[in-house]
């Protein structure tokens, strides 16, 4: 299992603009889909926590080709 996730909070959709997609959100809108992990193994010992940040384009929809 996954250990050490302090934090996850819900992906973040976007539609090819810079302002995220509105919850609930349309599934034929998105382009773009953004996660926000913090992990800390030990929040006793260092190191300080770190964030990842993972985000995908939807290739069947991209709009730049």
């Given amino acids: 299992g996954v250990t050490g996730v302090q934090t996850c909070a819900l992906p973040i959709y976007y539609n090819g603009t810079s302002t995220p ?21 030990d929040p006793n010992r260092l190191p300080l926590p770190i964030t990842y940040t ?11 080709l």
Avoid: E, H, Y
Wanted: proline share 3%; charged share 15%.
């Fill in 21 to 41: 997609l509105a919850q609930p959100v349309t599934a034929t809108a998105v382009r773009l889909v953004k996660v926000n992990i913090t992990l800390d193994i």
């Fill in 54 to 64: 993972v985000q995908a384009s939807l290739r069947n929809l991209k709009s730049n």
